[in-house]
């Protein structure tokens, strides 16, 4: 499995359009891997999980074609990770073949609603509804696409809907733990990951080196509760890559600060860009 983490920032990107705070000016002064866009990630060039703002930004700053993606799979309804206004662009005069193999958005009820409301209310394409179709998902129930298995879990997110985290497997058996935005996971979650042998485990962090963020979100902290806890279930063992993703400027923390906070936890540390194979 070939991951690709096209953004790897939370919902304000970093640095922040409109903030000036210290985290902000040393990410633009330090340049690199601290300037983050908003997150998503592309499974063997074929998988897109969230459906963000900068997905056009994706598609050129690294060279991908999007025309071909059938698939794409949404944590939750949160603009950062779903804005369902540029769907509209796989379809006519936007697109010119879009409904030449059908694009399927996989997403929980409120995203499901969001996509009516862009087809009844924003929709001025000729054919969407040929173009781009959705499939309401919901936590523990599996759902297959070519080439992958997919279970969606629950996250610790935002009360007002049924945030996902997911196990993905593909063929060849390997699976995947991806798990942003959540906080430590909720007791049905680690229930369902009881016997599940993991290959890759993706993590959120977007409160970097805050001692108490475990709930809607994690820090560093709750990073190695969460990991400390899969090594105990049996689920992972030191040789798993542990990546820690989706980071906020008032996590305190620019990319080799976090590598350094991170050394003795073996973490990866995702970047825009970043490719890992398992």
Not at 1 to 20: I, Q, R, S
Request: glycine share 6%; net charge negative.
């Amino acid at each position: 499995m070939k991951l690709h983490y096209l953004g790897t920032a939370a919902a304000e990107g970093w640095p922040a359009m409109f903030c000036d705070c210290i985290n902000c000016q040393r990410a633009r002064e330090a340049k690199g891997k601290n300037y983050r866009s908003r997150p998503q990630m592309l499974i063997d060039k074929k998988l897109l999980v969230d459906f963000g703002p900068d997905t056009f930004y994706h598609m050129m700053k690294y060279d991908l074609d999007f025309s071909g993606i059938r698939h794409v799979i949404l944590t939750h309804s949160h603009t950062d990770h779903f804005y369902s206004t540029e769907l509209i662009l796989r379809a006519f005069p936007y697109a010119l073949h879009g409904n030449q193999g059908k694009m399927t958005v996989y997403g929980n009820e409120k995203c499901h609603w969001m996509f009516l409301r862009t087809l009844e209310v924003e929709d001025d394409s000729a054919n969407m509804r040929d173009c781009v179709g959705f499939e309401e998902i919901r936590a523990f129930v599996p759902f297959e696409i070519p080439g992958y298995h997919i279970t969606p879990l629950h996250a610790v997110h935002d009360p007002k809907e049924e945030c996902l985290i997911y196990l993905i497997r593909d063929e060849e058996g390997k699976t995947l733990l991806y798990a942003n935005d959540t906080g430590v996971f909720p007791e049905d979650t680690w229930q369902a990951l009881e016997g599940i042998k993991l290959d890759c485990v993706s993590l959120d962090c977007t409160l970097g080196k805050d001692p108490t963020m475990e709930s809607g979100h994690m820090g560093l902290q709750a990073n190695r509760s969460v990991v400390e806890k899969l090594k105990k279930m049996d689920c992972i063992d030191d040789r798993t890559p542990v990546v820690l993703t989706h980071f906020s400027h008032n996590g305190g923390l620019l990319h080799e600060e976090l590598e350094d906070a991170t050394r003795k936890d073996d973490f990866l540390i995702a970047y825009d860009g970043m490719v890992l194979e398992f």
